[in-house]
């Protein structure tokens, strides 16, 4: 018996429809229940408060010492995908900040933002296949690259 997995957003349209719905493939599945890790916070998962990660609390903190910060969210990540996707293992990240300079397009300007490159490697169990996963995020407020 193979495990089917549904692509996300769930379309609930189709199965209104009569439709099946969308699945996709392991890979990625899991890389999109890492982003949904990434993008959650603390609390927002009504079934399990400890979905999610502390990028939300982080987000807006002074960032004093940049390696700090880092680790910070590095452990945050760490345990929460360690707990909340079981299909990876041997899972090491990186996690690096950096001042961007990003043009502002409603307000004409360019500003001076905190970047956050997230880095995911990992090993998915049921294959072996190796799994690397990278996203960018830039802060306050928090929103994708």
Known sequence: ????????????????????????????????????????????????S?????????????????RLWEEKLRQSLLKSISTH?????????????????KFNGIKQFVEIKKRVEIEIYGTLHKTGEPVHFRTNLFLSPLSVD
């Open 85 to 101: 996707e079981s299909r990876l293992s041997d899972i090491d990240i990186n996690v690096a900040v950096t001042d961007m300079e």
């Open 50 to 66: 400890t979905f999610g990660c502390e990028i939300w609390d982080l987000d807006f903190e002074l960032i004093v010492s940049a």
């Open 1 to 48: 018996m193979s495990i089917v997995y549904y692509k996300t957003p769930l379309a609930f349209g189709a199965v209104i429809e009569g439709k099946e719905l969308p699945v996709c493939d392991l890979l990625t599945s899991v890389t999109k229940n890492l982003e949904l890790i990434i993008m959650t916070r603390f609390g927002e998962h009504r079934s399990d």
